[in-house]
């Protein structure tokens, strides 16, 4: 978490230093702070099922890393194990980013998907486009 505040910090030194800039930067620095604010809410952790007999409990973590494919999660089991989700631009959500086994996404609330991938289900948080969006 500390990583995250340093950033916010370094964040707010620019906005405060771009004049002309200002309330761009200032609007940039607003949405890091919002999703800073919902990671550490969060502890970085997400609800998960694991195997087929496994229940939905809020123990994975996820990583974000950009790649030339786009943003791709990590999400990372208890156990060690992991599946990496590709996040799409076409309204779809994610899809596996590697392996044989497609990625199943259902919308479960109004900023939430679930996600399912063989015997392990994800849910993860989703910026729901309207019908107007589309």
């Known amino acids: 978490m ?7 910090i370094v964040l ?8 002309p800039e200002q309330t761009a930067n200032t609007q940039v620095l607003a949405n890091v702070e919002a999703v800073q604010d ?3 809410a ?21 990583e974000r890393q950009e790649s030339d494919r786009g943003l791709v999660l990590t999400v990372r089991h208890p156990d060690g194990g992991f599946r990496r989700l590709l996040v799409t631009k ?7 980013a590697d392996g044989a086994l497609p990625a199943q996404v259902t ?12 015997d392990d289900i994800y849910r ?5 486009r309207g019908a107007a969006a589309k």
């Open 12 to 19: 707010a030194c620019l906005a405060a230093a771009c004049s």
């Open 90 to 96: 076409d309204g779809r959500g994610v899809v596996a």
């Open 42 to 62: 969060d502890d970085g952790l997400l609800n998960c099922a694991v195997g087929a007999a496994a229940t939905l409990s809020r123990v994975c973590s996820v």
């Open 2 to 8: 500390s990583t995250r505040t340093s950033s916010a």
């Open 38 to 40: 919902q990671e550490a």
């Open 107 to 118: 919308l479960v609330g109004a900023n939430e998907i679930e996600v399912a991938l063989g």
């Open 124 to 128: 993860l948080p989703a910026t729901v």
